[in-house]
T-cell receptor, first 113, second 111 residues
Framework: NAGVMQNPRHLVRRRGQEARLRCSPM?????VYWYRQLPEEGLKFMVY????????ESGMPKERFSAEFPKEGPSILRIQQVVRGDSAAYFC???????????FGSGTRLTVV | GQNIDQPTEMTATEGAIVQINCTYQ??????LFWYQQHAGEAPTFLSY????GLEEKGRFSSFLSRSKGYSYLLLKELQMKDSASYLC????????????FGTGTLLAVQP
């Protein structure tokens, strides 16, 4: 009965590289949310996806960031040409019906050097 | 705009009671959540209030007043393991039902 699985737990990238963060929702959950937590700040909503659809990406930076949740496989948050300001903890959460109170994964801590 | 305020830090003594307040102003409201987050770990669900009043769950209770845009989390019989950040979050509702988080209150429980 695995929870929300995120990998990798820690990711180090040099400026200009690409970062790929993966999230496998809980079994039976078809709704995925991505949040970013910058140092000393609260969790900020980035994007909400259902299988094969982006429902709300109002929190995503307009450039370099993209997300997908394919029919098969995990949800992917992709950051191209990373910069130091992208260093943060990225949390994924899943829910069965898009309701609040969803379950969070343990996060991916991205460090850009 | 969306605004959720909670104290940045609090300190309390083991065995005591502590109340963490949260005020909010959001364009949508579909309930208020409290999460606990230990350093370097995932937020874990503590409580959910959608109607006014007090919800009690063991040592933790949460209160909501929608008319005042106010909630608090009450922790009783504090234990050292309760040292963590406590996150207040409003469910925005609508098609997305995303959560809007405060910056969290870092609680330090001292012996």
């Amino acid at each position: 009965n695995a929870g929300v699985m995120q990998n990798p737990r820690h990711l180090v990238r040099r400026r200009g590289q690409e970062a790929r963060l993966r999230c496998s929702p809980m079994k039976g959950h078809s709704h995925v949310y991505w949040y970013r937590q910058l140092p000393e700040e609260g969790l900020k909503f980035m994007v909400y996806l259902q299988k094969e659809n982006i429902i709300d990406e109002s929190g995503m930076p307009k450039e370099r960031f993209s997300a997908e949740f394919p029919k098969e496989g995990p949800s992917i948050l992709r950051i191209q040409q990373v910069v130091r300001g992208d260093s943060a903890a990225y949390f994924c959460a899943s829910s069965p019906q898009g309701a609040g109170g969803y379950t969070f994964g343990s996060g991916t801590r991205l460090t850009v050097v | 705009g969306q605004n959720i305020d909670q104290p940045t830090e609090m300190t309390a003594t083991e065995g005591a009671i502590v109340q963490i307040n949260c005020t909010y102003q959001t364009s949508g409201f579909n309930g208020l959540f409290w999460y606990q987050q230990h350093a370097g770990e995932a937020p874990t669900f503590l409580s959910y209030n959608v109607l006014d009043g007090l919800e009690e769950k063991g040592r933790f209770s949460s209160f909501l007043s929608r008319s005042k845009g106010y909630s608090y989390l009450l922790l009783k019989e504090l234990q050292m393991k309760d040292s963590a950040s406590y996150l207040c979050a409003v469910s925005h509702g609508g098609a997305t039902n995303k959560l809007i988080f405060g910056t969290g209150t870092l609680l330090a429980v001292q012996p």
